[in-house]
C-alpha cells in the first residue's frame, strides 16, 4: 500500500475489504443463488456464515453485524383496509378461455396435468379473478421512501376474494414481474401461487415445482405467463356417499391466504410482496350480521369484518426493504407492518368487531394482548372455526398461522386509547425465548382510537358454539408416519434429508387417514410446520392433551423445542401431489419441506 507520510500502511484496510464483502455479497444476491447453490459452491458454511473467501468472511449484512433500521414515528398512518375483489364473469376475463388440460399455446404454464373436477366448471355459477403479479412501489411509511415489491394487481394486501361454500372460483395468476435475466436484487420473479389451506386439487395447489414467468418475447396476450387456479370451494368429504355432494360440514374452511411458493425463493418472494386474502362464507357464516335466517351466526360483518396482516420488516440505511439472504436461522424484522403500515392507527366505533389475524413472517412468532387487559373472544384456529368461541386474554401466532378474533369497544369511552402488543419475546429467527413479556415491556402494532361519531349499530352476535369438531376414528387409520425436523449436513432436513423434487417421501392412498408425529430435533430452533392439503386435528402434544385453542382442525403445528406432536389426518377427494415443509420461511428455501402423492 502507499500511504502518506505518518499514516500507519494498514489504515483503510477494514474499509476496503468491507466494500468487497459488500460488493460480492451484492453480486452472489443479483445472480439468483439459493442457499443451496451456495452450499453447493463452498460459500455458505452450516450456521449461516459466508466463508472467508472473496471478502465474504462476514456474517450477512455487513461487516460489523446486521442492518438496523432507520427510526419512523409510529401512529402517523391509518389502517388500510383492502377492499373486497369484484368477481368477473367470463367474457371480462382477457386472454384465452379456461380449458381443462393446460393450454401451453395460449401461454399456460406450471400445470402438469389437467383439473380433476372439470365436471364442475359452469361459467353462469362461479366467480373469475385475474391476479397480475407485476413490480409496484409501495409506501410502508411516510417517512421512508418508496420500496419496490412484487404485488398482486399493484396492492398489498393482494386482492381480497371473498368466495363461497360450493361456489368455485377460478383465479387467473399472471406473470409480468421483470425477466430471470433482467431480475437485480432479492427474490426469483418464477412464482407460483398457493392457497393456503385450501382442500384443493393437485394441480391448483401452487406446488413449488409449478412455477411460471415472465415472457419476454411478449409472445401472449397476457404478457408473461400465466396459469388458472381452478377452487372448487367444496368442503372436504364431497366425494363421500355418507355426506353427499356437499361433504362434511364440520370441514368447513374460514380464513385463508394465498402467497408465492417458488422453490428456494419462497420467504424472498413473499418479503416482496406476493400474497392476498381468501375468505369464505357459507350458509352458517354469511357475511351478513343483519341475517334473519335463525340459522345464521351474525358475526361482525360489512365494515366490521376487517382483515389484519402482521409483517416485520427491515430497511436498509437508505430506508429500502432488506433481505438477509445469508441468515440461515430465520429472519425478524425490527419494524412491525399491519395491512402494509408500520404501526398505524385505527379508529373504531363502539361496537365489536371482527379481526382476521394473520402471520406471514417471516419468522416470527407473536403472542397479542390488548394494552388495557380486556378479554377477546377467539372464534377460529387457522382457517377453520372452534367447535365454541373462547374468551381470552391472548393469542398466540407462528408463522403462517390465522385467528378470526371479536374485540368489543361497545363498553369504552369515545377517545379511548388501546393498543395491540406483542408480549412475545423472541431475540433471532430461532423462534421465541420462551418469555412472555410484561404489558409494558411488549411491543406496540397497532393504535385503536374509539371514536363516538362513528356509527356504532350492532346487530351482530356471537353464538355459542360453531360446529363440532369431526371424530378422530382410529379405526380409519391405515398407517402411521413420523417425522422428525432437524439439522443434517449444514442445513434443514426431514428425517435427514433435504427436500429432492424428484423424491416422494410418503405415498398415502385416497379416502383413507394416517397418524402423522411431528417431531423436533434441531435443538435451539421451533417449527411452524405446514401440511398441504386437508387440516389435521391433534391427539396429542408431548403425550398430554392439547391446550384449547388446538382442540380444532388446523394446518400449522407450531413445533416447540423438542416436541412431539401427534396428528390425524385424511385424504379425500382428490390425487396428486403435495408438500409438507416449515413455515418459518427461511427453513423451508433451505430445505426443509418433503413432497407426497396422494394415489388411487
Excluded at 432479492?186 to 414467468?213: A, F, K, Q, V, W
Aim: hydrophobic residues 35%; neutral net charge; contains cysteine.
Amino acid at each position: 500500500l502507499t500511504t502518506p507520510k505518518g499514516v500507519h500502511p494498514m489504515a483503510g484496510w477494514k474499509q476496503q475489504m468491507t466494500e468487497t464483502a459488500r460488493k460480492n455479497r451484492v453480486e452472489l444476491v443479483d445472480a439468483k443463488l439459493s442457499r443451496r447453490d451456495l452450499f453447493k459452491m463452498g460459500l455458505l458454511t452450516s450456521s449461516g456464515f459466508l466463508v472467508a473467501k472473496m471478502g465474504l468472511s462476514s456474517r450477512a449484512a455487513t461487516a460489523a453485524g446486521s442492518v438496523v433500521s432507520p427510526p419512523t414515528t409510529p401512529w402517523l398512518e391509518e389502517l388500510p383496509i383492502p377492499p373486497v375483489a369484484r368477481p368477473l364473469q367470463l367474457t371480462e376475463v382477457p386472454g384465452p378461455a379456461p380449458q381443462q388440460l393446460c393450454n401451453e399455446a395460449g401461454g399456460e404454464r406450471g400445470r402438469p396435468d389437467g383439473h380433476q373436477y372439470w365436471n364442475h366448471f359452469d361459467p353462469d355459477n362461479m366467480d373469475f379473478y385475474v391476479n397480475d403479479n407485476r413490480p409496484a412501489q409501495a409506501s410502508w411509511h411516510r417517512e421512508l421512501p418508496l420500496d419496490d415489491v412484487w404485488l398482486f394487481n399493484g396492492m398489498f394486501p393482494g386482492p381480497r376474494i371473498h368466495a363461497k361454500v360450493d361456489r368455485p372460483v377460478m383465479v387467473r395468476y399472471c406473470c409480468n414481474l421483470p425477466s430471470l435475466a433482467d431480475h437485480k436484487g432479492y427474490g426469483r420473479p418464477t412464482p407460483t401461487t398457493h392457497l393456503h389451506n385450501g382442500h384443493t386439487e393437485s394441480e391448483s395447489d401452487g406446488n413449488p415445482l409449478d412455477m411460471i414467468e415472465y415472457s419476454r418475447s411478449g409472445s401472449t396476450e397476457l404478457g408473461g405467463y400465466w396459469k388458472d387456479h381452478f377452487y372448487l370451494n367444496k368442503r372436504a368429504g364431497f366425494t363421500d356417499p355418507k355426506f353427499g355432494p356437499k361433504g362434511d360440514i364440520r370441514e368447513t374452511m374460514s380464513t385463508m391466504w394465498y402467497h408465492d411458493h417458488c422453490l428456494d425463493f419462497t420467504s424472498q418472494n413473499v418479503y416482496r410482496g406476493n400474497m392476498g386474502l381468501y375468505s369464505m362464507f357459507n350458509e352458517f357464516d354469511t357475511g351478513d350480521e343483519n341475517d334473519t335466517n335463525p340459522a345464521a351466526w351474525r358475526l361482525p360483518s360489512g365494515a366490521f369484518d376487517v382483515p389484519l396482516v402482521f409483517h416485520d420488516r427491515v430497511f436498509d440505511p437508505a430506508g429500502k426493504g432488506y433481505f438477509d439472504l445469508f441468515n440461515l436461522d430465520g429472519i425478524i424484522g425490527d419494524k412491525y407492518t399491519v395491512n402494509g403500515k408500520i404501526q398505524p392507527f385505527m379508529r373504531v366505533a363502539r361496537r365489536k368487531y371482527r379481526f382476521r389475524m394473520l402471520n406471514i413472517g417471516t419468522s416470527r412468532f407473536y403472542n397479542f394482548f390488548l394494552s388495557n387487559g380486556q378479554s377477546m373472544v377467539q372464534c377460529s384456529h387457522d382457517g377453520n372455526m372452534l367447535p365454541k368461541p373462547l374468551v381470552v386474554k391472548n393469542v398466540r401466532f407462528s408463522v403462517a398461522n390465522r385467528s378470526d378474533m371479536i374485540i368489543d369497544f361497545s363498553k369504552l369511552a369515545s377517545g379511548t386509547v388501546l393498543y395491540l402488543v406483542n408480549c412475545q419475546e423472541q431475540t433471532d429467527g430461532r423462534g421465541p425465548t420462551g418469555k412472555i413479556l410484561p404489558l409494558q415491556l411488549g411491543t406496540k402494532v397497532l393504535k385503536f382510537i374509539v371514536d363516538g361519531t362513528l356509527d356504532a349499530t350492532d346487530n351482530s352476535r356471537i353464538p355459542t358454539k360453531f360446529f363440532d369438531l369431526p371424530p378422530v376414528n382410529r379405526a380409519e387409520v391405515v398407517t402411521e408416519r413420523t417425522f422428525v425436523f432437524d439439522r443434517t449436513n449444514g442445513g434443514w432436513s426431514v428425517n435427514g434429508k433435504q427436500f429432492d423434487e424428484h423424491v416422494i417421501t410418503a405415498s398415502p392412498r385416497q379416502n383413507t387417514a394416517e397418524i402423522w408425529n411431528i417431531v423436533n430435533n434441531s435443538g435451539g430452533w421451533m417449527h411452524p410446520i405446514h401440511v398441504h392439503f386437508e387440516e389435521h386435528q391433534i391427539i396429542s402434544r408431548n403425550g398430554k392433551t392439547p391446550p384449547a385453542d388446538e382442540i380444532a382442525r388446523e394446518d400449522v403445528v407450531w413445533l416447540g423445542h423438542g416436541e412431539t406432536v401427534k396428528t390425524f389426518r385424511r385424504f379425500r377427494d382428490f390425487t396428486g401431489r403435495y408438500v409438507t415443509h416449515c413455515h418459518n420461511v427461511v427453513h423451508e428455501d433451505h430445505a426443509m419441506m418433503f413432497q407426497w402423492k396422494i394415489v388411487p
